[in-house]
């Protein structure tokens, strides 16, 4: 493992942590019938990624985020320390705790056992569209399009839930887990 190895999943994190917060995309379609109707609707929203692309974007930091304490650990080990300091540090930090259940999660399908103890998992991913950011919308019959005219003023939101049902940003709970590797664990290595 080297320092450019450990630089590369860094700015692969930056770049994830910036896919998160960037809602602009060609736009997406979906399908529905409302209740006690017989027709479907169709609605497009042009100038947003889809809110399934905001999921994966999200999943992608939390995997990645948790990802990099692997590289950490060979790092350690290639300094002459001991690994264990970077379980020590996840251990001690409830964000990366929620991170790994997320990251585990999506990356098995199931959860156990969970780091947490909580048994985080990623919901409420979306956005809002307030009305400045609407260009338009056209309705024509069954078929509704909203034009999305400034998507960096689409408000993105995802929360981290756990088993108790508390819940926090899913951003925050990414930047303190960040945040924990760039102060504890990363100093250790950097000489």
């Known amino acids: ?59 992608n930091l939390f995997i990645w985020t948790w990802s990099l304490k692997d590289y950490l650990k060979a790092c350690f080990a290639a300094k002459g320390l001991d690994g264990k300091e970077v379980e020590d540090i996840a251990n001690s930090c409830r964000s990366l705790a929620y991170v790994a259940d997320i990251a585990n999660r999506a990356k098995h399908g199931i959860l156990e056992p969970s780091r947490s103890g909580e048994f985080a998992e990623l919901v409420g991913v979306g956005f809002d569209t307030p009305q400045e950011t609407i260009e338009k919308i056209t309705v024509a019959g069954p078929e509704v399009a909203l034009h999305v005219r400034d998507p960096q ?19 925050a709970v990414l930047t303190e887990a960040m945040n924990t590797w760039e102060h504890k664990a990363l100093p250790r290595i950097s000489a």
């Open 153 to 171: 003023k689409v408000r993105i939101h995802a929360k981290v839930r756990t088993s108790s049902g508390a819940e926090r940003d899913a951003l």
């Open 1 to 59: 493992m080297t320092s450019a190895d450990l630089d590369a999943i860094r700015s692969r994190i930056q770049r994830a942590f910036c896919a998160v917060q960037d809602a602009s995309g060609s736009g997406y379609e979906t399908s529905y019938q409302a209740e006690g109707t017989d027709f479907t609707t169709r609605f497009r929203a042009i100038g947003v990624k889809a809110p399934e692309q905001l999921e994966d974007d999200f999943l």
